[in-house]
């Protein structure tokens, strides 16, 4: 990836005993064998092996699911250029996701998102899910390492019109990447000011649900049920706390994607896998996702 990251891998081994170069030179052997898989720098094995808590089998999982699941899903990896992409300009009017200067008590990080334009007719899944993901690798390799996030969502202004643009298969890959491929500790998912449509849309995706990431949703009715997960103060002034308004924190959050469209446009040409390289059956969209709603995991050797 482009030497524009900010992660030093020498700082992050000083910090924490557990990463060691020894278990990148394994990965980095591994990967030798896996010719459709692209280059990958010692900084990346790192953050690979730091969302697996340093366990070498699973860390390959994570590393094959990353590359081969962007590569097959351009709907939320691709055309990723901030300044050429007007759909991604337009859905960061609306929808707010921003990551929180203020952690929580156990040092996780704090992603926020809610709606602020509540018209659905404007809201759109796979640019909201394209720009999230911006966002996070943004955050993801401009940071040190963290020792988790959670994600906290308003549900404020849901409505029924917004179930009717979710679609089942876009659901179903979006959390295919989100468990299998994205390259963080999620601790929690907290959300808050819930309604009946929260319980429909949540009826929606449960089937593609593995039962780890279950376990960490939280619905709470007011804040003050969820302040025992999360300090308030560290929310947008909407919401009591004292991060600033919405529309400045996204305004920031913005121009931290304009800033990392270099990032985005290198990552885009060459950290995908090749296909044609694979040793064994290629995968596509199909193999991948399927159609029956169940998750099939790579196999790896």
């Excluded at 885009?268 to 193999?287: A, C, D, M």
């Amino acid at each position: 990836m482009s030497s524009i990251k900010h992660i030093i891998l020498e700082e992050e081994m000083k910090k924490i005993p557990e990463l060691k170069m020894s278990d990148i030179e394994i990965l980095r052997q591994w990967c030798e064998k896996q010719p459709h898989l692209p280059k990958i720098q010692d900084v990346e094995f790192a953050v690979f092996l730091h969302c697996n808590y340093y366990r070498i089998e699973p860390t390959k999982n994570t590393i094959e699911n990353y590359y081969t699941f962007r590569t097959h899903l351009p709907e939320f990896f691709s055309n990723r250029d901030m300044f050429k992409n007007k759909e991604l300009q337009r859905i960061c009017k609306v929808v707010a996701q921003v990551y929180l200067k203020e952690m929580t008590k156990e040092g996780y990080n704090i992603q926020f998102g809610r709606f602020i334009d509540l018209d659905p007719s404007h809201y759109d899944f796979n640019s909201a899910g394209n720009i999230g993901f911006m966002i996070n690798e943004e955050f993801l390799w401009n940071h040190s390492l963290t020792p988790g996030y959670i994600y906290v969502a308003d549900a404020t202004g849901l409505s029924f019109g917004h179930v009717g643009r979710l679609n089942p298969m876009q659901l179903k890959k979006f959390f295919s990447y989100v468990q299998l491929a994205f390259p963080v500790r999620l601790k929690a998912i907290h959300v808050i000011n819930i309604s009946p449509v929260v319980e429909i849309i949540y009826n929606m995706v449960k089937p593609f649900l593995q039962e780890e990431l279950i376990q960490l949703i939280h619905f709470h009715p007011t804040l003050e049920d969820a302040k025992k997960y999360f300090p308030i103060d560290a929310l947008p002034n909407e919401f009591g706390g004292k991060a600033g308004p919405v529309k400045e924190l996204m305004e920031e959050q913005i121009e931290k994607l304009e800033n990392f469209c270099g990032w985005f446009v290198e990552d885009e040409k060459i950290n995908r896998v090749n296909e044609s390289l694979r040793i064994g059956k290629n995968e596509t969209s199909n193999t991948l996702f399927g159609m029956d709603g169940t998750f099939r995991k790579l196999d790896i050797d």
